[in-house]
């Protein structure tokens, strides 16, 4: 009876399989819906808030030629209360501002959000503390 050998069985590679009503995020690895609630245009993951440098000046353009990773650095707030995560391109330095979805995560958006009050970057007067 011959032997097997290990090292030349390989297991069946996978075919990715392309979704276009999806994405992969970049950090997480998870699949991420297109449709997001309260935004036209998806661009991060509702888990990790992540995004790519794929819009260039307005949004849903995919007109960036950078295409690096972009990670969730703070939270601004318009006067009528939307709030918008402020996102930094590893690859470029860009900052852009992007809509928060209704999916998400809310934890990850207050944990940004606080960020400041936890760590100030900034030396407090003393009367301040």
Excluded: Y
């Amino acid at each position: 009876m011959p032997r097997r050998n290990p090292a030349r069985e390989r297991a069946p590679q996978r075919k990715k399989a392309h979704h276009p009503d999806a994405f992969r995020c970049v950090s997480c690895r998870l699949d991420v819906p297109m449709i997001a609630p309260g935004t036209a245009h998806r661009n991060h993951c509702p888990h990790c808030l992540t995004s790519l440098h794929v819009d260039h000046r307005i949004p849903g353009d995919r007109r960036a030629a950078c295409r690096g990773r972009m990670a969730a650095l703070s939270i601004t707030v318009r006067p009528d209360g939307e709030w918008l995560l402020i996102h930094h391109c590893q690859s470029c330095d860009e900052l852009s501002a992007n809509r928060i979805a209704g999916d998400d995560n809310a934890l990850a958006l207050l944990r940004i959000a606080m960020r400041p009050l936890s760590a100030p970057r900034l030396p407090l007067p003393a009367w301040a503390g």
